[in-house]
């Protein structure tokens, strides 16, 4: 009410400037009106003198304008050229897509845009993950526009790869128009229905006048509290009309939520937090994803050195802290993390969350994980302190001592404040040494003929790119080489790792690669690929070579289904059913493409093939590396097993 009061006044003085009638309706300024508004009443508008009448003061009406209705600028434009524009107001630079009819009107109002770059993917679900690879990278959300039917049931999985590993993505998916919504009509698809449980939130746009305010409230709820994937279902007419009516203004809801996005820790659990930490005798920080998103590795640095306490990091957590700090590093914990972090998790007193969820890669057996943190809680000397963004993961598998909710870099900075012990905690460190001592990441070397052991392949590559690991980003498909990758590389970078942890999607790594390689043009981007999971979506190979991208694909080529072989090996008699691989020839595959094709069958042809490969930048590369098929990865969890219960490599077994 108030606002229309202020509205009605405005009109009237308008009026009395112009010496005529001035309706206050939503759409109530015209831009005549705007130029020859009298001097006084812009004045009395802004806040300031202004003595004369003139377009001078057109932007300054146009503020006021547009703080009363933001969207008025959009009276006049079609749907297609709403959702262009709104792209632009949210900074998107770039944008993954493929067309169809019925999205149609967008790609042609994005027609030679000037304002972003587009990006052609040979399947949707290739543009899902290049779109994620891009916001894992460049911090900002990926978008993706696809058209109805197939187009948009094509995106399920990276939505909920997305979803699952809480990466901004805005799907912007074509419909048929609303007069045929229900009628079975040629590629209609409910992608509502069918994405609700993969998405963060999904709309269908009724109508044009909806359209600016659920555009806006889907890079609202992608990127605000932990992000993830929205989608925007549009109908033809809905991207055709034209806006004839002022557009419906943002919600109650979407404006409370653009203003407080999360809610603010309490002193006193951080005052707890400090405490806690200056009586703990066996501390270990547990590193998430979170502190990746919050950009928060200089603050985790600082605050392991400032009390001295060792880091470990989850597989989505690989770079939030430099694993060159032998003294704090215990590198990655889990099913298949460093014999040392997992060891260190089940010893700790005081276990320090920060932006992880206690999936159960991690813990391992639920009522067996951290016991003696569990003794130390009951005792008030210890625990488990939770710094999350989200509440939903607070307390949902592990409770927490003290819960830190909020921004995990806005209180570690609080933390940081506060009167901070730094303890020796000699003993502590010292048994950690002979855990790292006792049980390294171990492999045997490779026979002089070959096959190479995947795990050396790993280590040539980091050999080659060590003295500008900085400039470099690592992504992956799933299975054995993701897990090497992890364990056999040297995280020191934030925003170098870019895998699919959560939902474990094969086929992720080269789309991964491409949008991480438009996100970073500059930087060196290599997708460490096992054959199972390359041959899922290689044709994205076309794609690189289209945008003459410098991606490298690193293919351990096993000619199997790796992991799930090593399942096969240790729990089903070795009965390979239906995991064995046959491949084509991947240096032949790239040269039909038209990128660079190499081949390496022994550590000799490996180490001549590893220079060319990471100094090649003419376009993409494929360096197929002929590695061992009964490799397995170790150390390994097994189900149903504490996290210390590890099965380690053959040659630390005694």
Same mark, same amino acid.
């Given at each position: 009410?108030?606002?229309?009061?202020?509205?009605?006044?405005?009109?009237?003085?308008?009026?009395?400037?112009?010496?005529?009638?001035?309706?206050?309706?939503?759409?109530?300024?015209?831009?005549?009106?705007?130029?020859?508004?009298?001097?006084?009443?812009?004045?009395?508008?802004?806040?300031?003198?202004?003595?004369?009448?003139?377009?001078?003061?057109?932007? =300054?009406?146009?503020?006021?304008?547009?703080?009363?209705?933001?969207?008025?600028? +959009?009276?006049?434009?079609?749907?297609?050229?709403?959702?262009?524009?709104?792209?632009?107001?949210?900074?998107?630079?770039?944008?993954?897509?493929?067309?169809?009819?019925?999205?149609?009107?967008?790609?042609?109002?994005?027609?030679?845009?000037?304002?972003?770059?587009?990006?052609?993917?040979?399947?949707?679900?290739?543009?899902?993950?290049?779109?994620? @690879?891009?916001?894992?990278?460049?911090?900002?959300?990926?978008?993706?526009?696809?058209?109805?039917?197939?187009?948009? &049931?094509?995106?399920?999985?990276?939505?909920?790869?997305?979803?699952? =590993?809480?990466?901004?993505?805005?799907?912007?998916?074509?419909?048929?128009?609303?007069?045929?919504?229900?009628?079975?009509?040629?590629?209609?698809?409910?992608?509502?229905?069918?994405?609700?449980?993969?998405?963060?939130?999904?709309?269908?746009?009724?109508?044009?006048?909806?359209?600016?305010?659920?555009?806006?409230?889907?890079?609202?709820?992608?990127?605000?509290?932990?992000?993830?994937?929205?989608?925007?279902?549009?109908?033809?007419?809905? &991207?055709?009309?034209?806006?004839?009516?002022?557009?419906?203004?943002?919600?109650?809801?979407?404006?409370?939520?653009?203003? #407080?996005?999360?809610?603010?820790?309490?002193?006193?659990?951080?005052?707890?937090?400090?405490?806690?930490?200056?009586?703990?005798?066996?501390?270990?920080?547990?590193?998430?994803?979170?502190?990746?998103?919050?950009?928060?590795?200089?603050?985790?640095?600082?605050?392991?050195?400032?009390?001295?306490?060792?880091?470990?990091?989850?597989?989505?957590?690989?770079?939030?802290?430099?694993?060159?700090?032998?003294?704090?590093?215990?590198?990655?914990?889990? *099913?298949?993390?460093?014999?040392?972090?997992?060891?260190?998790?089940?010893?700790?007193?005081?276990?320090?969350?920060?932006?992880?969820?206690?999936?159960?890669?991690?813990?391992?057996?639920?009522?067996?994980?951290?016991?003696?943190?569990?003794?130390?809680?009951?005792?008030?000397?210890?625990?488990?302190?939770?710094?999350?963004?989200?509440?939903?993961?607070?307390?949902?598998?592990?409770?927490?001592?003290?819960?830190?909710?909020?921004?995990?870099?806005?209180?570690?900075?609080?933390?940081?404040?506060?009167?901070?012990?730094?303890?020796?905690?000699?003993?502590?460190?010292?048994?950690?040494?002979?855990?790292?001592?006792?049980?390294?990441?171990?492999?045997?070397?490779?026979?002089?003929?070959?096959?190479?052991?995947?795990?050396?392949?790993?280590?040539?590559?980091?050999?080659?790119?060590?003295?500008?690991?900085?400039?470099?980003?690592?992504? #992956?498909?799933?299975?054995?080489?993701?897990?090497?990758?992890?364990?056999?590389?040297?995280?020191?970078?934030?925003?170098?790792?870019?895998?699919?942890?959560?939902?474990?999607?094969?086929?992720?790594?080269?789309?991964?690669?491409?949008?991480?390689?438009?996100?970073?043009?500059?930087?060196?981007?290599?997708?460490?690929?096992?054959?199972?999971? +390359?041959?899922?979506?290689?044709?994205?190979?076309? &794609?690189?070579?289209?945008?003459?991208?410098?991606?490298?694909?690193?293919?351990?080529?096993?000619?199997?289904? @790796?992991?799930?072989?090593?399942?096969?090996?240790?729990?089903?008699?070795?009965?390979?059913?239906?995991?064995?691989?046959?491949?084509?020839? +991947?240096?032949?595959?790239?040269?039909? *493409?038209?990128?660079?094709?190499?081949?390496?069958?022994?550590?000799?042809?490996?180490?001549?093939?590893?220079?060319?490969?990471?100094?090649?930048?003419?376009?993409?590369?494929?360096?197929?590396?002929?590695?061992?098929?009964?490799?397995?990865?170790?150390?390994?969890?097994?189900?149903?097993?504490?996290?210390?219960?590890?099965?380690?490599?053959?040659?630390?077994?005694?």
């Amino acid at each position: 009410w108030a606002k229309a009061q202020q509205r009605h006044a405005m009109a009237a003085e308008v009026g009395r400037a112009l010496g005529r009638t001035v309706r206050a309706t939503a759409g109530w300024i015209r831009q005549r009106d705007v130029v020859w508004s009298s001097g006084a009443a812009v004045g009395r508008w802004t806040g300031r003198t202004v003595s004369t009448a003139s377009t001078a003061h057109k932007a =300054d009406v146009l503020e006021i304008v547009e703080a009363q209705d933001p969207y008025q600028k +959009f009276l006049g434009r079609t749907g297609a050229e709403i959702v262009r524009d709104v792209l632009v107001e949210r900074g998107v630079s770039q944008v993954f897509g493929y067309p169809g009819g019925a999205i149609l009107p967008v790609f042609d109002a994005i027609f030679d845009s000037p304002d972003f770059k587009f990006c052609l993917p040979r399947h949707e679900q290739g543009g899902g993950h290049m779109a994620e @690879g891009y916001a894992r990278i460049s911090g900002k959300p990926g978008v993706l526009i696809v058209t109805s039917g197939p187009g948009a &049931t094509n995106a399920i999985t990276p939505m909920q790869d997305a979803l699952s =590993d809480g990466t901004p993505l805005v799907v912007l998916a074509g419909q048929v128009p609303t007069s045929l919504v229900g009628s079975d009509a040629f590629q209609e698809a409910d992608v509502v229905g069918i994405s609700r449980a993969c998405t963060k939130w999904n709309v269908t746009v009724p109508h044009i006048r909806d359209l600016p305010r659920y555009l806006n409230q889907a890079f609202d709820v992608a990127t605000s509290g932990r992000p993830g994937p929205v989608l925007v279902d549009l109908p033809k007419d809905v &991207t055709a009309m034209q806006l004839s009516q002022p557009a419906r203004p943002p919600s109650t809801n979407q404006r409370r939520q653009r203003a #407080t996005s999360t809610r603010r820790a309490s002193d006193s659990a951080i005052d707890e937090v400090a405490r806690l930490i200056g009586i703990a005798q066996r501390p270990v920080l547990y590193v998430g994803q979170g502190v990746l998103q919050a950009d928060a590795s200089a603050e985790l640095a600082e605050l392991a050195e400032k009390c001295n306490i060792p880091v470990t990091t989850t597989l989505q957590g690989l770079g939030a802290f430099d694993e060159k700090n032998d003294q704090l590093s215990l590198c990655m914990l889990g *099913m298949h993390g460093h014999a040392a972090a997992n060891h260190a998790m089940q010893n700790a007193d005081l276990v320090i969350a920060l932006g992880a969820r206690f999936d159960d890669r991690v813990t391992g057996r639920l009522d067996a994980f951290a016991p003696r943190a569990r003794e130390a809680a009951a005792a008030g000397t210890g625990g488990f302190v939770h710094f999350e963004m989200s509440p939903k993961n607070l307390d949902k598998l592990v409770p927490a001592t003290v819960a830190v909710e909020g921004d995990v870099r806005e209180n570690l900075a609080r933390l940081l404040q506060r009167n901070l012990v730094h303890r020796e905690r000699t003993g502590w460190f010292r048994q950690i040494d002979e855990w790292k001592d006792r049980f390294p990441f171990a492999y045997f070397p490779s026979e002089t003929e070959g096959p190479i052991r995947p795990q050396h392949v790993i280590h040539s590559l980091y050999e080659a790119v060590a003295d500008r690991s900085e400039d470099v980003i690592i992504t #992956t498909g799933v299975g054995c080489h993701q897990m090497w990758a992890a364990q056999f590389y040297r995280w020191r970078q934030p925003r170098s790792w870019v895998s699919s942890g959560g939902l474990g999607t094969m086929g992720f790594g080269l789309p991964a690669a491409i949008g991480a390689q438009l996100a970073a043009p500059n930087k060196i981007v290599v997708d460490i690929d096992g054959d199972a999971s +390359f041959m899922m979506t290689c044709t994205e190979l076309a &794609t690189a070579v289209q945008y003459n991208l410098p991606v490298k694909v690193l293919v351990m080529n096993n000619r199997f289904q @790796g992991m799930v072989k090593q399942w096969q090996d240790l729990f089903y008699d070795e009965r390979y059913s239906h995991t064995e691989m046959h491949n084509p020839c +991947f240096k032949a595959l790239a040269e039909a *493409m038209g990128a660079r094709g190499l081949i390496a069958r022994t550590d000799a042809e490996l180490e001549v093939a590893m220079d060319e490969f990471v100094s090649y930048n003419d376009g993409p590369i494929v360096l197929d590396a002929s590695v061992c098929k009964h490799e397995h990865v170790y150390p390994m969890v097994p189900a149903g097993a504490a996290l210390d219960e590890m099965v380690y490599h053959p040659s630390l077994r005694g």
